[in-house]
């Protein structure tokens, strides 16, 4: 059973940076196309960015220029590297991987920007 789980979310001030980590477990991120998704409170649940098996990403115009997705397949992980935060980027921050034509969720992790 493929399980996802994010981590490195906490508290940051704005300008502030945060790293993201999904680790997954029972299955490879090889050859799996993965994304970064957020929900800020009370919101609903928004893509942020994709990464394909080759490390090519697309993501929103709100986070280009200060998040970048990336890979590691050796690791079974994908990271988001959010920089220049503002109070709007706070959300919970979900990882998401189709296998096999099944949709996996993380159970997301928590990112705060506040001053």
């Known amino acids: 059973q493929v399980q996802l789980v994010e981590s490195g979310g906490g508290s940051a001030q704005p300008g502030g940076s945060l790293r993201l980590s999904c680790r997954m477990s029972?299955?490879?991120?090889?050859?799996?196309?993965m994304a970064w998704y957020r929900q800020p409170p009370g919101k609903q649940r928004d893509v942020v960015g994709t990464?394909?098996?080759?490390?090519?990403?697309n993501s929103v115009n709100e986070i280009k220029g200060r998040f970048t997705i990336s890979r590691s397949d050796d690791e079974n992980e994908i990271y988001l590297e959010m920089t220049e935060l503002k109070i709007e980027d706070t959300a919970t921050y979900y990882c998401?991987?189709?296998?096999?034509?099944?949709?996996?969720w993380g159970q997301g992790t928590r990112v705060t920007v506040s001053a």
């Open positions: 029972g299955g490879t991120t090889t050859g799996v196309t």
């Open positions: 998401a991987a189709r296998v096999r034509g099944q949709l996996y």
């Open positions: 990464i394909f098996p080759d490390g090519l990403t």
